[in-house]
């Protein structure tokens, strides 16, 4: 019997995908996790992988969209009577539409205000669309050809609202609407860090060198998170759910737009483990190599634009995660310290919290708790 490979599902927010590529044509042997096709998501592009050995066989079009969990392709095992495709693919039973599952509520106002629900993404537990969604849908601002001037027409560019890009834009509007953002500030003096990169860098053990500023920022919010839990925590209908776990969010910038790749379990990976991890999945994030799992499960997001020379940031929550720390630029700048003025290396700390969730003392205490660890980062070499 065939194999299905199903459109895969990135996360709960991801509804269907769009084959760009396919990488194997038909009749052709694939090895088990070989890439078959590559598959661009509601957030990021990804390689779809075959799920066992044998004959594979494609059922979908270049630049089909397909929705999440049916049948883009199948396998014939090795060993099987291979049949004809136009009789295997008659042997192959669709899976059945995917149930749309709705709150009560949300039901309720979706009648009430004449809302077609398949027009939503739901972002409640295993994709339930939730009163919140209904309510972020209805107060949705929508632009208009007739806001633009005709007479530029032909001379402006138009990219499409499509995929991960509409996807990115629902989400933080969502987020906007739904969450009572805060943002904190804390200055932080990372003159030792800079030393330290500096020794690491001259280490005879390779390992050590290139350590990024990101390893250390997850190190220390990691750290920092198993003291103040309820930063790690997500708000599910009227439950405050705090994670055990720590699933660091690391946004990456690509040509194509800004995803967050996931360094999992970062409590239990030392600090040469978490910098190999980041620039494992930074690289195929650039090389359009992410796999579904590289970007789901996030529990706690780390936005650096400093690197671009950004002083600071007020960033937006990435739901369903209630924090987000923004890392500003390093500059040498004077301060004053005993009393006497001098050259220290310098950078701001941002960070930007659901006020539903945290209040302000813990919020506050966590931040500077970062802080202390990046100002003695030898507390984060193990």
Known sequence: ?????LMPQIDHFMTQGTIVEWLIKDGEKVKKTEPLALVETQKVMVEVEAPISGIFYKTQSVESTVKVGEIIAF??????????????????VKPEKTTVRVSPLARRLAKEYEINLSKISGTGREGMITKEDILSYKQGVRVTEADFDSSKLGIEEIIPLVGWRKTMAERMVFSMQNTAHVTTFAEVDVTELRNLRKTLDNSEDLTKRK???????VKAVVQALSMYPIINSSLIDDKIIVKKYFNIGVAVSRKNGLVVVVIHNADQKS???ISKSIKDKVD?????KLLPQDVRGGTFTIT??????????TPI???PESAILGVGTIQKKPVVINDKIVIRSMMFLCLTYDHRIID????????QEVRRLLENPSFLLT
């Open 284 to 288: 195929r994030a650039r090389g359009t």
């Open 317 to 319: 929550i990435n739901p």
């Open 271 to 273: 600090l040469i483990e």
């Open 360 to 367: 302000g003392t813990p919020a506050i205490r966590f931040l």
């Open 211 to 217: 350590i990024s500023y990101t390893s250390f920022f």
């Open 304 to 313: 650096n634009v400093g690197m671009f020379g950004t002083l600071m940031n």
């Open 1 to 5: 019997m065939p194999v299905n490979v």
């Open 75 to 92: 396998i014939v095992q090795l060993g099987d009577d291979l049949p004809i495709k136009q009789e295997m693919k008659k042997s192959i």
